[in-house]
């Protein structure tokens, strides 16, 4: 059974373009190791420049092999250069019942 998850990335300080850039293509690349869905991703913005990815992981295995996937690490070290993960909890509009974004 497939795991959606929501994953908010905060960018650092003159990052932002990166980001996006790996953002866009993210979801893709997780495709083509067969660790995702054919579920059509969602980007989007907070007003804080924070982007926040929903993407649907095939199984709760995949996700964690993930984790040992030496062409994923390397990609997540990309984004590690780039931004910094944060609990969805730290981004203002999830406090809101109807948290707003703005599409990436």
Known sequence: MGRIVIVAYRPK????????????????????????TDRVPILMTADDGT???????????????????????????????????IPLAEVPEATHLFSGFAPL
């Open 13 to 36: 300080p003159g990052k932002i373009e990166a980001l996006h850039a790996l953002a866009k293509q993210h979801v893709d690349f997780l495709r083509g190791e067969g660790l995702v």
């Open 51 to 85: 982007v926040l990815e929903v993407f649907e992981w095939t199984s709760k295995a995949a996700m964690e092999s993930a984790h040992g996937n030496a062409k994923v690490l390397e990609l997540w070290n990309r984004y590690a250069e780039v931004c910094d993960y």
